[in-house]
């Protein structure tokens, strides 16, 4: 279980990190096409005017995404800042309740906005909702990566909660380490 876990918050970074590079391959291409078409100008020819419709919506759809499927991964490598100030100087049965008791609440909100998101999801899905860009994207193409994001968090958040109850193995984050 514990290899399908981490496999599972690995392969949610990885496709985050798929998605910003999307992000720079679209802006890159939009960015070399109006320098191409500035070059066309000044040697007097005519500019070939290519652009990517939609761009700023697509790349907006992609970031969101992004942000949500990079979660779990961060939390579990220690990336989201955390205020330990209080919990590091806890003793060993103060601390593990309340890293136990933090890990629940988190779990549980994160479940909640998942649930949300999901049904959100589905009311697009079945409303045909699309953006209003010169590309309709189907508005549940983004939410569902959003929601795929947040249940990989909740599942997170449940893993460091047994964790921190069962081992006493606490998450620290990298400028507590």
């Known amino acids: 279980m514990r290899r399908f876990l981490d496999a599972l918050y690995r392969v949610a970074g990885w496709a985050a990190a798929i998605a910003i590079f999307i992000i720079f391959a679209l802006?890159?291409?939009?960015?070399?096409?109006?320098?191409?078409?500035?070059?066309?100008?000044?040697v007097g020819l005519q500019p070939l005017?290519?652009?990517?419709?939609?761009?700023?919506?697509?790349?907006?759809f992609l970031l969101g995404a992004a942000?949500?499927?990079?979660?779990?991964?961060t939390l579990v490598t220690g990336g989201h800042i955390r205020v330990g100030v209080l919990v590091n100087r806890l003793g060993g049965g103060a601390r593990h309740v309340v890293e136990t008791l933090l890990g629940m609440a988190g779990a549980?909100?994160?479940?909640?906005?998942?649930?949300?998101?999901?049904?959100?999801t589905i009311r697009s899905w079945n409303f045909n909702d699309v953006s209003y860009g010169?590309?309709?994207?189907?508005l549940a193409l983004p939410q569902?990566?959003?929601?795929?994001?947040?249940?990989?968090?909740?599942?997170?958040?449940?893993?460091?909660?047994?964790?921190?109850?069962?081992r006493r193995v606490y998450i620290q984050s990298r400028t507590e380490a």
């Open 27 to 42: 802006v890159a291409i939009q960015v070399s096409a109006r320098l191409l078409d500035v070059g066309l100008r000044l």
């Open 49 to 60: 005017g290519i652009r990517v419709p939609s761009i700023a919506e697509i790349c907006g």
């Open 67 to 73: 942000s949500f499927l990079a979660l779990a991964h």
């Open 108 to 120: 549980a909100l994160s479940l909640y906005a998942t649930v949300a998101l999901a049904r959100l």
């Open 134 to 138: 010169i590309v309709p994207v189907p």
């Open 144 to 166: 569902g990566l959003m929601t795929v994001g947040l249940a990989v968090l909740t599942i997170a958040l449940v893993d460091v909660t047994v964790q921190a109850w069962t």
